[in-house]
T-cell receptor, first 115, second 109 residues
Framework: DTEVTQTPKHLVMGMTNKKSLKCEQH?????MYWYKQKAKKPPELMFV???????INESVPSRFSPECPNSSLLNLHLHALQPEDSALYLC??????????????FGSGTRLTVV | GEDVEQSLFLSVREGDSSVINCTYT??????LYWYKQEPGAGLQLLTY?????DMKQDQRLTVLLNKKDKHLSLRIADTQTGDSAIYFC?????????FGSGTKLNVKP
């Protein structure tokens, strides 16, 4: 298995809703990431987990709450989002946080629309 | 790390070569990468180059690295319509991935 799987592929939520994005990999990677990508822009790093511990939080608002239940799973819990949070949310994983000669493996993303 | 620059657009005819350029900032980056993103999809790693190499060739892809000028390029030979996508260069600094702004490649039949 050489993939990062993200669910759901599309999500529409209201500003008062609570939802979660899920990410799964079975490559034995020990680093996992959440990125946010707005249209026609590069991905922007949100969170880095290394060995299931949060190692980097890029000053992300608390309405985004990451969770790493085990080495294969990464969740992003969403609450009280704003319309400007609408974007493509990408999960990625890598053998280690440095990337190395394998780089990061990305999932296909969750297209989030906040109404 | 954070100011990785690319030209925004490139248009070529099918069968021609495409050259996508990138200027990165961190001379200590060990690896530099090229990713491809098709509409509505995630990012696909195309190739990488180790910082002690000047060139790497992988089938239709050729990566050139000029460390002195911090310049990275991706050449796609015999460009096909399926190569139409956005191409991102990326460097790693302090365990963070920094992406360039992306170059949209349009391949005309």
């Amino acid at each position: 298995d050489t993939e990062v799987t993200q669910t759901p592929k599309h999500l529409v939520m209201g500003m008062t809703n609570k939802k979660s994005l899920k990410c799964e990999q079975h490559m034995g990677h020990r680093a996992m990431y959440w990125y946010k990508q707005k249209a026609k822009k590069p991905p922007e790093l949100m969170f880095v987990y290394s060995y299931e511990k949060l190692s980097i939080n890029e000053s992300v608002p608390s309405r985004f709450s990451p969770e790493c239940p085990n080495s294969s799973l990464l969740n992003l819990h969403l609450h009280a989002l704003q319309p400007e949070d609408s974007a493509l949310y990408l999960c990625a994983s890598s053998r280690s946080t440095g990337g190395g000669n394998y780089g990061y493996t990305f999932g296909s993303g969750t297209r989030l629309t906040v109404v | 790390g954070e100011d990785v620059e690319q030209s925004l657009f490139l248009s070529v005819r099918e069968g021609d070569s495409s050259v996508i350029n990138c200027t990165y900032t961190d001379s200590s980056s060990t690896y530099l990468y090229w990713y491809k993103q098709e509409p509505g999809a995630g990012l696909q790693l195309l190739t990488y180059i180790f910082s002690n190499m000047d060139m790497k060739q992988d089938q239709r892809l050729t990566v050139l690295l000029n460390k002195k000028d911090k310049h990275l390029s991706l050449r796609i030979a015999d460009t096909q319509t399926g190569d139409s996508a956005i191409y991102f260069c990326a460097e790693t600094t302090f365990n963070k991935f920094y992406f360039g702004s992306g170059t949209k490649l349009n391949v005309k039949p």
